[in-house]
C-alpha cells in the first residue's frame, strides 16, 4: 500500500537554524570541513581523535551525535566560457572534462531527545507509528542549555585546527524549487544540491529509491567488530621499508570506498549512572547462566572487563552505530558493491552485515533531525575513545580560491585542483617568503613541473626570467612568443644593454649595471679598478646618452658607445686634461675592441632584435653553450643580473618569477654567490620569488650557497621521486628541514600510481607546516609543449613549420597522437 512521505515525515518544522521533529527532537546541523586525505601524521589522527572524544563529552546524556559522510560519484566540468583562455589551459579543459572523482561533503548533527521519550527499536519506529511531543520539549531553559551545549562541542573541535564547522540556517535546511535541501537530499539521494528530483521509496524487496538500488551494510554488533582499533592505521601503498605511511582508521570506508555512498556514524550520549547500573544488571544475569552455556561465561567475561575499563579510567559509557548506505542505477553492479564494501571493511579487520529486515528502520533514522529515533537494539555498548575511531576524519583535496596558483591533480583520481603556493601561504602565515627550491632527479618528471609551474604564473601576468641549462623551456618560450637568447655558431647570443625604450634617460640603476659590465670586460677578476676610473664612465655613460638624444639617427648599442669614445670623449678627456693614470681611455678602448665591430665579440653586446627586455614578460637565456666560456659567461650572468633587478624594482605590483635551472651551480662559481644570496633574501619585498632547480643530492651537500642562501631563505621545498635516495634520505631530510611526516610523504611518491594514466607525483611541502603529493598530469598539447625529449621537440618544430605556428603544429601533433592511443 503506496502512503504519501508528508504523512510519514517524522520532520515537523526547522525554526533558529534547528530542526524540530514530530516527537519533540532538536537538531542542529553542522556542515563540517575535515582534512585533506593524506596531509595527516599518526600523531595529527591521535590530536584529531582526542578532540572528538572530548567534544563529545560536551554533549548532555540523551543527546545523539550523526555524522553524515556523502560520497557522490561525479565528474569534472570543464569551463570553456572564458575568452581570455589561453591554448594551453583550453585543451587542459577539454582533457580533463568528465573526469571522474568521489565529491564528499561532510555534515554533523546533534539531537536532544526528551526526558520522556521512549527509546525506539526496529519494532517500535515512527516509521509505522504516530506520537504525541513531550512536555520538556516546550521547555525553553531545557533548550538553551543544549544549544549551549552544541556551541562547546563546535568550539572543542575548532580548537584542534583540523576541522571547521558552520551551523547551517532554516534556508539551507528546506526544499525549494531547483534546490534540495539537506533532508530531500537524504530522502531522494539526491547527487547535486542544486537539482530536485522528487523519487519513490520503496522497502518491499530490500531499498529502492526511484531508480536507485540500494544497500544497507552494519558495524551493529560487537561481534563483528574488529579486536583493536586506532586513531589512524597503516597505508600499505605508500608506505616503504624506511616509513609508515598514515591514513585514518575509517579511511577504507570513505574517501578510499569509490562508490556513491554515505557513511553514517551514531553515538548516543548516556547517563554514566545508569548505563553502569544496566550494565551491572546483565552481567549478574550473565554470571547466573555463565555454568550452563561457554558463551555465557565468554559474554560475562566481556562486561567484566567493560565495567573495570569504566571504573578505572573514569570512562563514560556510549552506544554506537555505523554503517555504510551504498547504491547504484544498475542492480547488476549490487555484487560488485558488496565486494568492495566487503573489502573496505576487511581491511579494518571488521565483518560485513547486509542489513536486510532493519534495514527500513535505519535508513528513516538516518534522515536528517530523525536521529533519536534509531533503533537502539541495531546499537552495541562502547566508549567514547573506541567510537571516535570509526569516524571518517578526512575529505578530498580542496581546490583553492586563491586567482594565483597552478593547477595539479588529486591524488586519487586525478581531478584538477587548483594550488596557491605562492601568496596564500603568506596570508595565512605559513611562509613567510614565496621562494622554491626544487629537487628532482633526471626523469621525476621535473621539467614537467617547473615548465607547468611557470606557464602558469606567466599566464596570471607575471614576469619571468629563465636560466636554463639544457634546453627545458624552448618549446613553451616558442609558444608564448617569448625572448629566447642561446648560443651557436650560426645564431650566436646577442643583447644590448645600452638600448631603452622610447630613447629615454638612464635611470642609476641602468647606469650602474652598464658600468659594471664594461668594468668586468675591461679588468680581470682579481684586478681593482681606481675611483676615478669609475668617475670618467659615469661622465662617459652621461655625455653619450645626451649626444644620443642630439642625434636621434644614431641607433644606442655597444658600437655606438665605443664610436662615441674614440671620437666625442677622447677630446673632452683632453679638455679636462685628465691623466692616463687616472684613465687611461686608450687602454679601455683597446681592450673593448673585441667587441666593436668587425671583432670576434662585436655580436655580443649590439643586438637590433629582441630589445626591450623590460617589457617583456617572458625571457630564457640558455647557458649550455657558454657557460664554460671565460668570457661570454660573465658578460651574460651580468646582463641576466640587471635584466631581474630592473624588472624587480620598476615594475610595481607586478609578479616577478627568477628561475635558475642548474645554470645555478655555473653562475656560483663565477663569483656570483653574493648575487644568489642578494636575491633570494630580497626579492619578496619587491613581489617576486626565486626558484632554483637542482637534481643531484650532492650539490646540495657540496654548495654552501644552496645550505645557507637557497634552502634557508625557500619556504616552499618541491621535490619529486626520490625513491633512488631512500636508503640515504635522512641526510636530505636534515638538510631541509622535513618532518617525519613530509619524510613518509616525499617516500611515497610514484608508489601506486594509476598504471591507465601517464603522470608524475610531486611533493609540496609549505613552511613545513602544510605538505602534500599531487598528480602533475597535463593534457597532450601541454605535453608537447614541455617535453625535452629530442625526437619529440624536433616532430613539434616540423609541425609547427609545416602549419604556419607553434599553436597550430601542437594542436594538429595532439590531435594525430590522442587518435592513436584509441
Known sequence: MEKVIDDLLPILDMENGCILSKQGDVTVVFQTELPEIFSLSDKDYDTLHQSFVKALKMLPAGSVFHKQDYFIDSRYRAEFGDQDTS????????????????????????????????????LFSNLIRPALVPQDAMDVAVHQD??????????????????????????????????????????????????SMIRDIEFKDGIKIGEKYCQLYTLADAADLPGSAGAGTTYE??????????????????????????????VFIEDSGAAIRRLESKRLRLQSLSVYARENSLALDAANEFLNEAVKEQRSPVKAHFNVLAWTDKRSELQQIKSMVSSALAQIDATVKLETTGAPQIFWAGIPGNEADFPMNETFDTFAEQASCFLNLETGYISS???????????????????DISDEPIRLGICTNRNKFILGPSGSGKSFFTNHMIRSYYEQGAHVVLVDVGHSYKGLCDLVEGYYFTYDEKHPIRFNPFYI??????????????????????????????????????NALTLYYQFLQEHPRVVASFDSFYD???????????????????????????????????????????ASENLDLQNQRFIVFELDAVKDHPILFPVITIIIMEVFISKMRKLKGIRKVILIEEAWKAIAKEGMAEYIRYLFKTVRKFFGEAIVVTQEVEDIIS???????????????????????????????????????????????????????KYKEVFIS?????????????????????????????????????????????????????????
Not at 675592441?593 to 649590439?606: A, C, I, Q, S, V
Request: charged share 30%; glycine share 6%.
Open 401 to 419: 580560491l586563491s586567482p594565483v596558483g597552478i593547477r595539479l591533480g588529486d591524488r586519487l583520481t586525478g581531478k584538477p585542483v587548483h594550488v
Open 564 to 606: 662615441f669614445l674614440r671620437d666625442v670623449f677622447v677630446k673632452v678627456l683632453q679638455d679636462d686634461q685628465v691623466k692616463d693614470r687616472d684613465f687611461d681611455v686608450s687602454n679601455f678602448l683597446y681592450v673593448l675592441r673585441p667587441y666593436y665591430r668587425g671583432g670576434e665579440f662585436d655580436y655580443l653586446l649590439n
Open 766 to 822: 609549505l613552511g613545513g607546516i602544510s605538505s602534500k603529493v599531487y598528480r602533475t598530469e597535463v593534457s597532450p598539447s601541454e605535453y608537447l609543449a614541455y617535453t625535452t625529449e629530442e625526437t619529440e621537440k624536433i616532430k613539434v618544430g616540423e609541425y609547427a613549420k609545416k602549419y604556419g605556428s607553434v599553436k597550430k603544429g601542437i594542436s594538429v601533433l595532439a590531435s594525430e597522437l590522442t587518435k592513436g592511443k584509441k
Open 501 to 538: 625604450e622610447g630613447r629615454a634617460k638612464p635611470d642609476t640603476e641602468k647606469k650602474e649595471s652598464i658600468k659594471t659590465l664594461l668594468l668586468a670586460l675591461w679588468k680581470k677578476d682579481n684586478e681593482v679598478f681606481k675611483r676615478s676610473e669609475y668617475v670618467a664612465l659615469s
Open 237 to 266: 601503498k605508500y608506505s616503504t621499508d624506511k616509513t609508515k605511511f598514515s591514513i585514518g582508521f575509517a579511511s577504507t570506508l570513505g574517501q578510499l570506498l569509490s562508490c556513491n555512498h554515505i557513511y553514517n556514524q551514531y
Open 703 to 757: 654548495s654552501p650557497v644552496v645550505k645557507q642562501a637557497i634552502i634557508n631563505n625557500s619556504d616552499c621545498k618541491i621535490l619529486l621521486d626520490q625513491s633512488k635516495y631512500q636508503n640515504k634520505f635522512d641526510q636530505i631530510q636534515q638538510l631541509l628541514g622535513l618532518t617525519e611526516k613530509e619524510k613518509a610523504l616525499v617516500l611515497s611518491v610514484n608508489k601506486a600510481n594509476d598504471p591507465l594514466k
Open 87 to 122: 591554448f594551453l589551459s583550453l585543451s587542459s579543459e577539454r582533457f580533463f572534462n568528465e573526469r571522474p572523482y568521489l565529491a564528499h561533503s561532510c555534515y554533523i548533527m546533534l539531537t536532544r531527545k526528551p526526558k520522556a521519550r521512549k527509546a525506539s527499536s526496529s
Open 146 to 195: 543544549f544549544i549551549d551545549a552544541a556551541d562547546q562541542f563546535r568550539r572543542v573541535l575548532e580548537d584542534s585546527g583540523y576541522v571547521k564547522l558552520r551551523q547551517l540556517e532554516d534556508h539551507e535546511l528546506f526544499s525549494y524549487a531547483g534546490k534540495a535541501g539537506l533532508i530531500e537530499r537524504y530522502c531522494y539521494l539526491s547527487e547535486q544540491q542544486t537539482s
